[in-house]
């Protein structure tokens, strides 16, 4: 397909670009309501007026001057790959901070629509804004949108497609800084007059007197002496302000934000505080705010046990009343193998996989998430992160992968590193279901508990580790927190699906030809040969019983689906007459420590290497294997 | 008596008040290995010299001078730590000691000298933080690249975010730390010059959460001790 024209979403983090970019192109980008959702760009297809148009949704970004991995990805998009137009999405509710990254785009003679975002919550909150104004100050087309109603966002679109064919230099900007650094911008222009390097004049000279790293590079391979030139001018401007240039044109372009801010906005300052001020008061007090984050979290541990339960009964009823009950191998293949397989794998996903979406869906979406960062920030310093690092952690309660892709929002290799590494430890939806569907329904609901409580106590010992033996330090928390909102029942529903689909579309198919393979090897003796040449291991160290060896094997492609094969493996549904109490806790212990799903360790390799992705793996085998056995010897005390 | 004295009474009040700020007569007498009559003495002398408010029975506790004075001396004492653990590398437990005596004795002047010298660290070697210098500077960086020592000084009192008040207002005067550290707080807004406020912190010396130009940020507490602030109307 030919590609009339390419746009590209930027902008400050959690001002809406991912929600503008499923409106325009249908997709389900993940959207919710806290900064860093979005880590990697995203590409989608829009025809308009019969052009096929291709948009970008980039990862928030502060600046061109980048801090952290994702950021990375933003700045190198728009400066390098040159997209037809930029959109830049502007939060209306926070007007001067997100301004100070206009003014960069103004700067890099971009092509630019604004699409001033969020601006019924503006409303709400008191907000004005003059749009007209805005467009004649800034000098290019504004646009108010509310992106979650779809408003305004087609709007965008044609105001970029009538910024096509302009000449570059209507493109230049006529907003200026101070005079001192006007002066001296001029001249490292002209210095620059017959070079060129890909980047316009005005802003490669800004970004010589900030002392860029890259662009510095770039031209002292060809002209050291314009680098030099512009060393003295920057150290000229410090010391007539007495601050590192690069603070003195941050604060330039704030002032020239806040003279905007003042010309176009008028406020209303709210008599009484908001809902959402007064709901940040409770979930952010210093003890009620772990209370309730305590609270919040052992319930949808409690509600899910229970409705999973209830779920797998319900399925199992219905199902069960079709059983033909005939006897022979094709029928016990057909029944036991693919109908079992089958109504057991749609239970886990019922019960379990889809309403932990749901539940995540919801926390994500209100804005709960960057309050967890702000309550856990301190008790995250003792496994050597901050506090960022709780929201791919509780991305990781519902699946690993995504989670260690969301790593990329810690700022240093290291933080990194920890942030996955423990990622993979997370209690995943899959690894719940088997914790509450074998521990939970058949031992106990409180065994179920101590179950998470061991694996978080190793999440925090192998933190601390870590910690302690690899060199560097945390860079600390710099965050931004945003406000409350209510839920969208849509979106909830949508990202819930958009998650759940893979589940329906690989893991059943799987979960039911896996069922039919061990059910054909149950059958033919095949079975015990594989279970007992695992048998040091399963039965005699973790003392379980000879059926589950390869389940370990199959819970390598998905752990959920040990759970559900547990029933075909061991020939009946009731799993308490082949299993004591001790060795389904010992088994749901190994399951939810012995190795990253096959998902989970691809996503590793992509983000840390191989290397490091295979010690991982190599490390929790040891360590599950390790602590089931010892587990299985104490138990047997106790019970 | 003494400057040098006065000096360790000044000391000696600051490390051992309690949260009201007072310090018990006969613990100083303690701690300093004199007499209780001759402690109440030094105290209603050092009164008169504004640096303490004496009550008798209670103790002394330190005025606004006298509380300036033990910051210079704090901060002199663990430059010299720094100093004699990474140049002279003498072992951690003798560098208190030896401070204790250097302190009294360097000039302003080679205080500025020495913290240029150190690179302008922020901590000793036992993790206490230094306090920040008076000088007419908004960040390290600017000073560290003078070849010279400039003994400008601020003419207003300077404290950290973190010891603002919820609700306080307060202008962005100095950030302390490195390059990539204030560049990213300058995107976010915390330029110098720029009015904050502090919305609420999490306990055990946790996060910040600030409101600047109308967001709301979070901070870690290691970052906001780098920030320092005039507070508004003072």
Redesign the interface.
């Known amino acids: 397909m030919k590609i009339d024209l390419v746009l590209a979403l930027a902008g400050n983090a959690n001002v809406g670009k991912s929600s503008i970019f499923n409106q325009l192109t249908g997709l389900g980008q993940v959207i919710g309501n806290w900064p860093g959702k979005t880590v990697e760009k995203a590409e989608g297809m829009l025809v308009h007026h019969g052009k096929n148009i291709k948009i970008i949704d980039l990862p928030g970004i ?2 061109l ?1 980048t ?1 952290s991995q994702e950021e990375i990805v933003s700045r190198d998009f728009i400066a390098l790959e040159h997209p037809d137009v930029v959109i830049n999405v502007v939060d209306a ?5 997100n301004l ?1 990254f206009t003014l960069q785009l103004l700067e890099m003679e971009a092509p630019l629509v604004v699409s001033l975002n969020l601006v019924d919550v503006a409303k709400k909150k008191g907000l004005e804004i003059d749009n007209k104004k805005l467009q004649e100050l800034l000098g290019v087309p504004v646009v108010s949108t509310v992106a979650t109603k779809g408003i305004g966002v087609h709007d965008i679109v044609d105001e970029s497609l009538a910024l096509v064919g302009k000449t570059p230099s209507s493109f230049q900007t006529k907003i200026r800084y101070g005079a001192e650094i006007e002066k001296r911008i001029e001249k490292l222009e002209n210095l620059l007059s017959n070079i060129d390097i890909g980047y316009p004049k005005r802003w490669t000279s800004i970004k010589l007197l900030e002392d860029d790293s890259e662009i510095v590079k770039l031209v002292d391979k060809q002209h050291p002496d314009i680098v030099i030139a512009a060393k003295i001018l920057s ?1 000229e401007i ?1 010391h007539i ?4 240039c ?2 003195v044109i ?2 330039e372009r ?1 002032a020239v934000a806040v003279r905007i801010v003042n010309e176009v906005q008028t406020a209303i300052q709210p008599a009484k505080p908001s809902i959402g001020e007064q709901l ?2 409770i979930s ?1 007090h ?2 009620g705010g772990y209370l309730l984050m305590f609270a919040i979290m052992l319930s949808i541990l409690m509600f899910i046990s229970f409705f999973g339960g209830w779920i797998a009964e319900a399925i199992h009823n219905l199902f069960e009343g079709f059983n033909p009950h005939m006897v022979g191998f094709w029928p016990d293949l057909a029944w036991n193998g693919a109908m079992i397989g089958f109504y057991a794998a749609l239970s886990v996903a019922l019960g379990f996989i889809l309403p932990f979406y749901l539940i995540l869906g919801v926390l994500e979406d209100s804005g709960y998430l ?1 309050k967890i ?3 856990m ?2 008790p995250c310093h003792a496994i050597g992160l ?2 960022k690092a709780c929201m791919p952690f509780l991305l990781a309660f519902g699946c690993n992968v995504p989670a260690c892709v969301g790593c990329r929002i810690m700022e240093t290799k290291r933080d990194r590193f920890i942030a996955i590494f423990l990622s993979t430890l997370v209690p995943c939806s899959a690894r719940t279901a088997v914790i509450l569907g074998l521990v939970g329904a058949f031992v106990g609901v409180q065994w179920a508990i101590a179950l998470y409580i061991i694996d978080f106590l190793l999440i925090l010992i192998i933190g601390k580790i870590l910690n302690r033996y690899l060199p560097g330090m945390s ?7 945003p ?1 409350y909102r209510t839920p969208s029942g849509k979106v909830v529903i949508k990202q819930a699906w958009n998650r759940f689909k893979p589940f329906v579309i690989t893991a059943i198919p799987l979960i039911v030809g896996g069922s039919i393979v061990i059910e054909t090897l149950r059958i033919t003796n095949v079975l015990s040969v594989i279970s007992d040449a695992l048998s040091p291991v399963t039965v005699v160290w973790l003392g379980l019983p000879a059926f589950t060896g390869f389940l370990f094997i199959f819970g390598i492609l998905r752990k959920e689906a040990s759970l559900v094969l547990l029933t075909t493996a061991a020939g009946t549904l009731d799993i308490r007459s082949v299993m004591s109490p001790v060795q389904m806790i010992v088994f749901a212990l190994v399951i939810m420590i012995y190795i990253p799903c096959v998902a989970t360790i691809a996503a590793m390799v992509r983000e840390i290497g191989w290397k490091r992705a295979v010690y991982i793996t190599m490390f929790e085998i040891g360590l599950a294997v390790f602590i089931g056995g010892i587990a299985f010897r104490l138990l047997n005390v106790f019970m | 008596m003494p400057q040098e004295h006065i000096e360790e009474y000044l000391e000696a009040i600051y490390d051992i008040a309690g949260k009201d700020g007072t310090a018990k007569t006969t613990e100083i007498a303690e701690h300093l290995h004199n007499a209780p009559a001759s402690v109440t003495e030094v105290f209603q002398r050092m009164e008169r010299n504004g640096l303490v408010h004496y009550e008798s029975h209670k103790g002394a506790s330190l005025t606004k001078k006298g509380f300036k004075i033990v910051m210079k001396l704090k901060r002199k004492h663990r430059l010299l730590e720094v100093f004699l653990a990474r140049f002279l590398h003498l072992s951690e437990e003798k560098i208190h000691d030896q401070a204790c005596k250097m302190e009294h004795t360097i000039s302003d002047e080679t205080e500025i000298a020495l913290c240029k010298s150190l690179g302008g660290p922020t901590e000793c070697p036992h993790g206490s933080p230094i306090p920040p210098c008076n000088l ?4 390290c ?2 000073c560290l ?1 003078k070849q010279t020592i400039t003994l400008e000084k601020r003419e207003k009192e300077i404290v950290t975010i973190t010891s603002l008040k919820p609700g306080q207002k307060a202008k962005i005067v100095f950030i302390r730390g490195g ?11 915390l ?4 009015v904050v406020s502090i ?2 912190s ?6 910040l ?1 600030i409101c600047v ?11 906001a001790d780098k920030i320092f602030v005039q507070i508004e109307g003072s």
């Open positions: 502060y600046s001057s801090y509710t926070a007007l001067e901070r100070f150290e410090s302000h007495k601050e590192p690069s603070a941050a604060s704030y940040d008061a952010m210093s003890a960057p960062a702000y309550l920030d301190k901050h506090g860079v600390g928390i710099i965050m931004e927190m406000p | 007419d500077v908004k960040n960086e600017e690249a390059r990539g550290a204030i560049q990213r707080l300058c995107d976010l807004g330029t110098n010059g720029t919305v609420r999490a306990p055990l010396k946790g996060p959460e130009r109308g967001c709301k940020l979070v901070i870690g507490r290691g970052i």
